[in-house]
């Protein structure tokens, strides 16, 4: 089965500090059609690991969320 946003993606974003910190800055991660929108972006920020601001994640959740784009970014 193929990686779903609401199921696998959704619940890697804290609700604090990253849905409301990112939310000042026009990013509603907890918002299906904001993060599909900006998936390279977010993608991007996560490899380089200047997001999250307070600690990056552990690589096998990176390629997780790289798995969920090539697999077509499903709800
Ligand atoms: C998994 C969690 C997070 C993701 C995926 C994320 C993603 C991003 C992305 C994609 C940008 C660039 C926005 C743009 O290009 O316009 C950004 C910017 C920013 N984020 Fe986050 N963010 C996360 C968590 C956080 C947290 C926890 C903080 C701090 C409390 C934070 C603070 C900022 C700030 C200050 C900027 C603007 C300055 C900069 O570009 O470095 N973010 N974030």
């Not at 990013?27 to 997001?51: F, G, P, Q, T």
């Not at 600690?55 to 709800?75: H, S, T, Y």
Request: net charge negative.
């Amino acid at each position: 089965m193929a990686l779903s946003f609401a199921r696998d993606i959704r619940p890697l974003f804290r609700d604090s500090p990253d849905v409301d910190s990112m939310k000042d800055y026009g990013l509603d991660l907890s918002s299906y059609a904001d993060v599909k929108a900006n998936a390279e972006n977010i993608y991007s920020r996560l490899l380089d690991e200047s997001m999250p601001c307070d600690g990056p994640w552990p690589k096998d959740r990176i390629a997780l969320f790289r798995r969920w784009i090539d697999e077509g970014l499903a709800l």
